[in-house]
């Protein structure tokens, strides 16, 4: 039987290393449960979530409960500390060519920790936690307006927002570019969704724990249209399996694809907020004070299709803001001695003012933000159907999530491209085999990655009548007594590689994507 070696790490001092006290675990370690990708095989329905990962620790000497003040993790036991899986090749009565004791199989940041007390057992400490994509979606993003943006541009200013490191993140350049795209207080990941959906792209936690996007032309190249390892039910192989599930394909076949397209009109400069305070009722600064105002449009004023704002403008002193030492204006002028300074978003502008006078104290008597505003147009549906699917299967219709398709023509090439490929059924599979069975199982156990490229052979025994590729979408590592299983989400790969590519393709070979 082929066993892996296997070491749990938690920076439980929060230095970015695994080096400090009590920061091995491995040892204390009795469960471990980890999953990342896909919640569904489906690359139309399917959305990246956020890596889980159970970790079942004994808990006998008390490190882990907070409350213990003699732990030596006391004060550290908080959430947000980062946990890493290393695998390892193991032992072997043959050479192993390939080393992975440093080799990440999962990062991600603590949730929770739970000590767990039992009577005739010994005590546990259960540790739940969240890979990058749950640790990003902790923070909201309000991002400016930006225009003629390519979505890998976007996903990185999003992340930028978060203050995701860059070194944590791989990021395609993307295929879409977006007329304009902004975020208005949204949670991280509902952002950085946006713009997948508007690539038909996907996000993807790595093992090494960063945040990668793939674009929708990425399993085109590179080692993605090769499959990568084979697993058959036929006699005498080496890579099998413990089980195939196909799951039901009627619920992922679409014959009715939708998509709205949402166009804005560009208004001209015009004042879009001012500050309601006025006379003795003005704002005060004292001698070398700041406040902020946060300029918000549309506002209640604003007309009904009143959207966001184009471009914000800086605020001109006299024009927009005035000060004073008398609330009435009847004082000494001051507005020469007001700094300002401004951060702009696709629905706000929050200025910031500072009395830079030495003594006087200023009232604010005029204070307003102009902008170029945007107005919905009314949206544009964008549909296209099969009515041979939908005399044998009935009408099934899917709506774009996508938010910031540019036009209707790439609205268009999006609903035919899909429709091309669901409006029949696909084989979707889950597929479960044993890391610890043998040499074979555990290289793949361990170094298959989703988005990889695998063949899946399902005709003997399993009697699918199943011989093709498949891509990975998600997966599942259970490991607990000596028992490693790993468990994989599988979309068909076939409706994804038949394609056109320029300066490698024959001219008479495969179709165009979009």
């Not at 890493?84 to 949730?111: A, H």
Request: charged fraction near 20%; proline fraction near 4%; avoid cysteine.
């Amino acid at each position: 039987m082929a066993r892996a070696t296997w070491q749990v790490l938690v920076d439980w001092n929060n230095d970015g290393v695994f080096t400090g006290t009590g920061e091995d675990v491995t040892t204390r370690a009795l469960e471990d449960e980890w999953r990342r990708g896909r919640d569904i095989s489906s690359q139309l329905t399917g959305r990246s979530v956020a890596g889980r990962l159970k970790l079942v620790l004994n808990n006998e000497s008390g490190d882990y409960s907070s409350f213990n003040t003699s732990s030596p993790l006391a004060g550290n036991l908080l959430p947000g500390r980062k946990v890493r899986i290393n695998g390892g090749s193991g032992s072997f009565p043959y050479t192993f060519p390939i080393v992975f004791n440093d080799k990440p199989q999962w990062v991600g940041f603590i949730e929770r920790i739970i000590p767990i007390v039992q009577a005739d057992s010994p005590n546990l400490a259960e540790i739940e936690a969240v890979g990058p994509l749950g640790f990003v979606n902790q923070k909201d993003v309000s991002l400016a307006m930006a225009t003629d943006e390519l979505t890998g541009t976007a996903i990185g200013r999003v992340l930028d927002e978060i203050g995701w490191a860059s070194a944590d993140r791989t990021l395609d350049a993307g295929k879409t570019t977006m007329n304009r795209f902004w975020t208005d207080k949204v949670k991280g990941l509902t952002a950085l969704r946006k713009v997948e959906e508007t690539d038909s792209g996907f996000l993807v936690e790595t093992k090494d724990g960063k945040i990668a996007f793939e674009d929708r032309h990425h399993r085109l190249l590179g080692t993605h249209p090769t499959s990568q390892a084979t697993f058959s039910d036929g006699a005498g192989v080496t890579r099998n399996y413990l089980g195939i599930e196909q799951e039901d394909p009627l619920p992922l076949i679409f014959n009715d694809l939708q998509a709205s397209i949402q166009l804005y009109t560009i208004g001209t400069l015009a004042v879009l907020w001012a500050l309601a305070e006025s006379g003795s009722s003005s704002p005060i600064l004292g001698a070398g004070e700041s406040k902020s105002f946060w300029a918000t449009f549309p506002n209640p004023d604003s007309a009904t299709d009143a959207f966001a704002v184009d471009a914000w403008t800086t605020p001109v002193a006299t024009t927009d803001y005035t000060a004073n030492s008398a609330s009435d204006g009847s004082g000494t002028n001051l507005t020469a001695s007001i700094g300002v300074a401004v951060s702009k978003f696709g629905n706000a502008m929050k200025i910031t003012l500072t009395n830079n006078h030495a003594s006087l104290l200023a009232y604010i008597t005029l204070l307003q933000a102009r902008g170029t505003p945007l107005t919905k147009n009314d949206p544009i549906l964008i549909r296209e159907e099969n009515s041979a699917s939908q005399t044998k299967y009935g009408e099934r219709t899917y709506p774009s999530r996508a938010e910031f398709i540019p036009s209707s023509s790439e609205a268009l090439d999006w609903a035919n491209y899909n429709l091309g490929i669901y409006k029949d059924p696909n084989p979707f599979l889950v597929l479960t085999i044993s890391g610890n069975r043998n040499h074979s199982l555990l290289v793949e156990a361990l170094t298959r990655d989703i988005s990889d490229r695998i063949t899946i052979v399902a005709t003997g025994n399993a009697g699918l009548g199943i011989n093709e590729d498949f891509f990975i979408e998600a997966e599942r590592h259970i490991i607990r007594a000596g028992e490693h299983q790993v468990t994989w989400l599988l979309s068909p790969a076939a409706d994804f590689s038949d394609f056109f590519i320029l300066d490698t393709s024959l001219l008479d070979t495969g179709r165009l994507a979009y």
